[in-house]
């Protein structure tokens, strides 16, 4: 038996919502970042752009919803494959490691995007 | 994993861990071997594979947004950077897996509405996912180069 302390929000609902909120979030901030870029920018028109209250908000949105979906996805991932079942007695462990690595990495990510958002 | 042989009886560990009563009981563990999955199955796997892909992909996308941000020589070294051959293609790769997890996951959910459920929708959905994203991909693959 997998055990839920190492999910989101402690229950299945809550992290299905949550997924698919962050989804929605990402996906609008894809769609619209794309479209910019995809129009053409020069320097000037894209620190204008990121340079205004709204656009920072609307990153930051999309950096903490991207945390919230892979942390809920790639609890997914590691408690479909590394657990005892499959893996014997060593996949407990390799899952704890795991969690443990992508949650560094996630925290590095939103502290570095803050860190260019707000340019400290 | 151990994989029992044709015919083979299952024996010690995997007995245990099967809850194996009978010793002679025919067992066939071989999956792999065969494995031929549905064209929704393979949509699955893929979105799976790829959203992990992405969560380092997002590496490269702060440093392009660390870079284009940083001043007008840095956004202008970043161009030059993204336009030799081989970091065009990391980032259509980066692009194609997103564009690929966005497009399977819009279909997902779609069908958490309950929309295209049965084995025929999920098909068809399947089918839609592929050419949608190849037609992404490959715009978006024009538009690069
Ligand atoms: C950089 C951004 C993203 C990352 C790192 C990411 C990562 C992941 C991961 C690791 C999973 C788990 C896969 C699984 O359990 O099979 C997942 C699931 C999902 N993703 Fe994303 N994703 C991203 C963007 C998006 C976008 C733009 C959408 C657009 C709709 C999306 C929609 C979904 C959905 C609906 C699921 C749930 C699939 C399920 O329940 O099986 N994701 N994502
Ligand atoms: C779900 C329905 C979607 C439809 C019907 C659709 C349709 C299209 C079409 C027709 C084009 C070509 C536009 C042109 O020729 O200028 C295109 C391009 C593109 N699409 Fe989609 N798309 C969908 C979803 C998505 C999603 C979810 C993403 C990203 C996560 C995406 C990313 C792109 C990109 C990056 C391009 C290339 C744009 C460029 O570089 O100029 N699409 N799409």
């Keep these: 038996m997998v055990t839920a ?21 990402i996906l609008a901030y894809v769609l619209y970042v794309g479209g910019v870029v995809a129009s053409g920018v ?30 809920v996805g790639l609890w997914s991932v590691f408690t479909d494959y590394l657990t005892e079942r499959m893996l014997g007695a060593v996949g407990d462990k390799l899952r ?25 | 994993m151990t ?23 025919p067992v066939n563990l071989d999956i792999v071997g065969s494995m031929h999955l549905p064209v929704t199955a393979w949509i699955s796997i893929t ?18 947004l660390d870079t284009s941000l940083a001043g007008p020589e840095s956004f202008d070294t970043l161009r030059e950077t993204l ?9 259509w790769a980066v692009l194609a897996v997103l564009i690929y997890h966005g497009i399977a996951g819009v279909k997902h959910l779609i069908m958490d ?24 991909s490959v715009v978006a693959g024009v538009w690069l180069w």
């Design chain 1, 42 to 71: 020069d320097y000037a028109s894209w620190k204008a752009l990121y340079s205004q209250t709204w656009m920072r908000i609307f990153s930051l949105l999309a950096l903490l919803s991207f945390g919230a979906h892979a942390w």
């Design chain 2, 113 to 136: 509405f309950g929309i295209g459920e049965s084995m025929e929708g999920g098909v068809l959905g399947a089918r839609i996912v592929i050419a949608l994203s190849l037609l992404c």
């Design chain 2, 3 to 25: 994989f029992l042989k044709p015919g083979e009886a299952p024996s010690g560990e995997l007995c245990k861990r099967y809850s194996i009563v009978k010793d002679k009981r």
């Design chain 1, 5 to 25: 302390i190492t999910s989101m929000g402690r229950s299945g609902l809550h992290d299905w919502l949550m997924q698919r909120v962050s989804a929605v979030i």
């Design chain 1, 96 to 120: 704890f490691l795991a969690q443990a690595l992508s949650a560094v990495i996630m925290f590095t990510y939103i502290v570095w995007g803050i860190q260019i958002l707000w340019g400290l």
């Design chain 2, 47 to 64: 979105h799976r594979i790829t959203g992990v892909i992405l969560f380092a992909a997002v590496a490269v996308l702060l440093w392009a």
């Design chain 2, 83 to 91: 336009g030799s051959p081989v970091f065009k293609l990391v980032m």
